[in-house]
């Protein structure tokens, strides 16, 4: 089991930039696979990007590839998502999941944190 933790949500302009960390409780962190997810008034909860245990391997939804940057300090267990080149559909609560494996359900999720990007 793993207690998550985000911040570094805000209010930022268009075209702006905003780092999220996820802070992980636990002795094992380095053994779940993390991922980000966003989910704004009305939606569907949606994948933003996710990284491997190791941190070598990462993938990212088609809206934010080239924009978002996921990583991960395993020695902080923390998980970061760095965010440029902010859009206002990118407003939504972000949250930080794990998963034990790449074939496994995220079974663990933060409390979320809010990212509103302005016009």
């Known amino acids: 089991q793993v207690q998550l933790v985000e911040s570094g949500g805000g209010l930022v302009q268009a075209g702006g930039s905003l780092r999220l960390s996820c802070a992980a409780s636990?002795?094992?962190?380095?053994?779940?696979?993390m991922g980000w997810f966003r989910q704004a008034p009305g939606n569907e909860r949606e994948f933003v990007a996710r990284?491997?245990?190791?941190?070598?391997?990462?993938y990212y939804a088609g809206s934010v590839k080239g924009r978002f940057t996921i990583s991960r300090d395993n020695a902080k267990n923390t998980v970061y998502l760095q965010m440029n080149s902010l859009k206002p559909e990118d407003t939504a609560v972000y949250y930080c999941?794990?998963?034990?494996?790449?074939?496994?359900?995220?079974?663990?999720w933060g409390q979320g944190t809010q990212v509103t990007v302005s016009s």
């Open positions: 636990g002795r094992t962190f380095s053994s779940y696979d």
């Open positions: 999941a794990a998963r034990r494996s790449e074939y496994a359900r995220y079974d663990y």
């Open positions: 990284i491997n245990m190791s941190g070598g391997s990462t």
